[in-house]
């Protein structure tokens, strides 16, 4: 449950445009749980309103691997 929050608050932090923060509690909870799709998918968004585009594209294509048929992720 405590990933959900850092996945949370990742996605509010991209929306505020703490887009580096949002890096941080993002990758970590992708550190923390590999397999968590929607928050890789959510680093691959802050990364790429970073301007951060191979790192954003590598991460989005990791989440679709990881789980397909995930609205959150596609």
């Keep these: 449950q405590f990933l959900d929050i850092r996945n949370k608050l990742g996605r509010v932090l ?5 887009l580096e923060d949002a890096v941080a ?12 799709a929607a928050a890789r998918a959510n680093l691959g968004l802050a990364l790429f309103r ?5 790192e954003a594209e590598a991460q989005w294509r990791r989440a679709l691997e990881q789980s397909p048929g995930n609205a959150q992720v596609s």
């Design 14 to 18: 991209i929306e505020a445009g703490a």
């Design 25 to 36: 509690e993002l990758q970590a909870a992708v550190d923390a749980r590999p397999s968590f």
């Design 50 to 54: 970073a301007g951060r585009l191979h």
